[in-house]
C-alpha cells in the first residue's frame, strides 16, 4: 500500500534536506543514493552486510563474556575488551561492505554505466565513503551506544563514539586503498589468494580492533591522550588519502575482467 501523501511529502523532504546536507553536488547525491539503495534493496548485498554482521556480534559477544559488568558500572571505567566491542562490530561491517562494492548489482544493467562513464573518474569514491559511513558505520556504533550509556554514562559514552566514528572513517580510508573499480557494476572476480591471505587479514584485524581499544581506554581517561589519538588518526588518514590519490588507475575500467587464468580468444570487435 501507498503511503498517505502528507507522509510521502514529509518523507521527500526530510529525504531532501537530509541529502542537501550531506552531498551538495546532483552527481555526487546520485552515486550517495545508488549506493545506498544497493546496500538496503539489493538481496545479496544484505546478506553479506548480515554475515558480516553476525560475525562482529559474535566476537562482540566473545568480548563481553569476560567483562565484569558490575565493576565497570560501579566505577565507570571500562576495560579494553569493554571497548573493543565496538571496532569489532563496525570493523567486520565495514568489511563485508568492502567486499559488497565489488560484487555487481545486476549483470544486465552493468552496460548502462560502462556506456556513461566517463575515464578516469574519480568522484564516485567521495559518495561511496558517505554511504558506507552513514549506512553502515554510524547505525553500528549508534547500536552499541545503549550498552556503554548503561556501564559508563552519558560523557564517556559520547566520547567513545566520537572516538570510534573517527577510527570507522580512517578504517574506511585504509580499506579503499588501490580500489580502482566501479563499485557495484564490474564483474566480480574472487581472490585466488584469499586462502592464504584471508587469516592474515583476520589476525591483522583482531590485533588492530586491540590495539584501537587500548588508544581508546589511555584517551577517556586522559584528555592529553585524546589529542594525540585524534592527530594520530589525522596523520594515518592524510597518508592513506595521498597514496589514494597518487595511485595509478587504469586508461579504462574493465568492467569484464576475467581471472588470472583465464584466456581470452579475442573474437569480438
Same mark, same amino acid.
Given at each position: ?195 592464504? /591471505?584471508?587469516? %592474515?587479514?583476520? @589476525?591483522? $584485524?583482531?590485533?588492530?580492533? !586491540? &590495539?584501537?581499544? #587500548?588508544?581508546? *581506554?589511555? +584517551? =577517556? ?7 594525540? /589519538?585524534?592527530? %594520530?588518526?589525522? @596523520?594515518? $588518514?592524510?597518508?592513506?588519502? !595521498? &597514496?589514494?590519490? #597518487?595511485?595509478? *588507475?587504469? +586508461? =579504462? ?17
Amino acid at each position: 500500500p501507498r503511503p498517505a501523501p502528507v507522509t510521502r511529502r514529509r518523507s521527500r523532504l526530510a529525504t531532501a534536506i537530509s541529502m542537501t546536507m550531506i552531498v551538495r553536488d546532483a552527481t555526487a547525491r546520485a552515486r550517495f543514493s545508488f549506493a545506498v539503495a544497493v546496500l538496503w534493496r539489493s538481496n545479496v548485498h544484505r546478506l553479506t552486510l548480515a554475515c558480516a554482521g553476525a560475525a562482529g556480534l559474535a566476537m562482540c559477544l566473545i568480548a563481553l563474556s569476560g567483562i565484569d559488568v558490575g565493576s565497570v558500572s560501579r566505577t565507570g571505567v571500562a576495560s579494553q575488551r569493554l571497548l573493543a566491542v565496538q571496532p569489532l562490530f563496525f570493523g567486520a561491517l565495514l568489511a563485508g561492505f568492502r567486499h559488497t562494492i565489488r560484487v555487481p548489482v545486476e549483470l544486465r544493467a552493468g552496460w548502462g554505466f560502462e556506456l556513461a562513464w566517463r575515464e578516469p573518474d574519480r568522484a564516485f569514491l567521495p559518495a561511496l565513503r558517505r554511504a558506507a559511513i552513514l549506512a553502515v558505520a554510524l547505525p553500528a556504533i549508534v547500536g552499541t551506544l545503549p550498552l556503554f550509556v548503561f556501564l559508563m554514562g552519558w560523557p564517556l559514552a559520547l566520547a567513545h563514539a566520537a572516538l570510534g566514528l573517527a577510527g570507522a572513517i580512517v578504517l574506511l580510508e585504509i580499506m579503499l586503498i588501490g580500489y580502482t573499480k566501479v563499485p557495484f557494476t564490474c564483474d566480480y572476480v574472487p581472490n585466488e589468494n584469499m586462502k592464504a /591471505l584471508g587469516p %592474515l587479514f583476520v @589476525i591483522a $584485524f583482531l590485533i588492530g580492533a !586491540t &590495539v584501537f581499544a #587500548r588508544m581508546e *581506554r589511555a +584517551a =577517556l581517561a586522559d584528555p592529553g591522550e585524546t589529542v594525540r /589519538l585524534l592527530v %594520530l588518526l589525522a @596523520i594515518v $588518514f592524510a597518508a592513506c588519502r !595521498t &597514496v589514494s590519490v #597518487r595511485t595509478r *588507475r587504469p +586508461a =579504462l575500467v574493465d568492467f569484464h575482467e576475467a581471472p588470472v587464468t583465464t584466456q581470452r580468444l579475442g573474437l569480438h570487435t
